[in-house]
């Protein structure tokens, strides 16, 4: 049977791939990063090696870079886990090398924009920007960019690159709300919800993941002021602090928050909320993943 001059490419191509990548691995210089021995080329130098085949190399790099990052995460106890301790070295240098061999695939621009600022922020900021400026029409990388300062704590720069992401034909309206919201109060919890409401949208399981995370962790916080209100109010006008958080129930499931079966007011994940009598201050429980981050 005669291939067809396409076919013969693409099989070329796919016969190539196990060399190339076989002499990448043994020419490229070795790091060692804590107690792992991993090794890169750069996106470059690969895109340069590639022959022709640089989008079926940056799906190849893609898959790696997210088993690198999953392999990372489940060691550590998930995505519940405190990420800004595990050791993500190689996580920058992969999506770099993704979008390097494939400056239009979106995908690594917002997971970088998502999972970058913990490990790397200068990196995330520059990885996003050189999504902008190969994919303008893509209003969700002005989206992940704006994340990226919010999460900096650099609200001024957020407002304004929501502001010109808003700008871009098909961006949803929500992008001028949260121009607004961000230039108004940019560091408040209705801000972050507005944004991580939208990325449970994402099409990414680990972007939705996270993002119920800090959903769940940002009821936890307003529970936490909620309960401490009442306290308060009882010490105003018992001049004491209550003994247990248990006798102030019956008010606690009028603020609908949830009660386990020995009547003490949980988080989300159903830790019990501790009252600290040396305070009379309730937080969470000892070891509880919803610690602010």
């Known amino acids: 049977m005669k291939l067809s001059i396409p076919a013969l490419v693409v099989l070329t191509g796919v016969i190539c791939l196990y060399p190339l990548q076989k002499y990448i691995d043994s020419t490229s210089p070795r790091q060692v990063i804590s107690d792992e021995s991993l090794y890169l080329a750069s996106g470059p130098r690969i895109k340069k090696m590639s022959m022709g085949i640089s989008g079926l190399l940056a799906d190849i790099y893609w898959i790696r870079t997210t088993q690198y990052f999953g392999r990372k995460v489940i060691d550590a106890g998930g995505l519940g886990a405190d990420t800004k301790k595990i050791n993500m070295a190689l996580l920058t240098p992969l999506l770099n090398i993704v979008v390097t061999l494939d400056p239009q695939e979106i995908a690594p621009y917002r997971f970088g924009a998502i999972f970058l600022p913990d490990y790397d922020p200068n990196a995330a900021i520059d990885l996003l920007q050189r999504g902008i400026e190969a994919n303008p029409a893509e209003w969700a990388l002005y989206q992940d960019l704006g994340f990226i300062y919010w999460h900096l704590g650099k609200y001024s720069e957020a407002a304004e690159t929501y502001d010109r992401g808003s700008l871009v034909p098909g961006a949803p309206y929500w992008m001028k709300d949260i121009t607004g919201l961000m230039r108004i109060r940019g560091g408040s919890r209705e801000v972050a919800r507005a944004i991580y409401r939208e990325y449970l949208q994402s099409s990414d ?66 830790d019990p909320y501790v009252l600290d009598s040396s305070n009379c201050q309730v937080r969470l429980s000892p070891g509880s993943r919803f610690e602010a981050r």
Do not use: T
């Open 205 to 270: 399981k680990n972007i939705r993941a996270q993002a119920e995370f800090r959903l769940h962790q940002l009821d936890a916080l307003d529970q936490i002021d909620a309960l401490n209100q009442l306290v308060s109010a009882y010490n105003s006008q018992r001049h004491s602090c209550p003994p247990d958080l248990r006798m102030l129930s019956r008010w606690i499931v009028q603020m609908r928050i949830p009660l386990n079966d020995q009547l003490q007011p949980v988080d989300p994940d159903g």
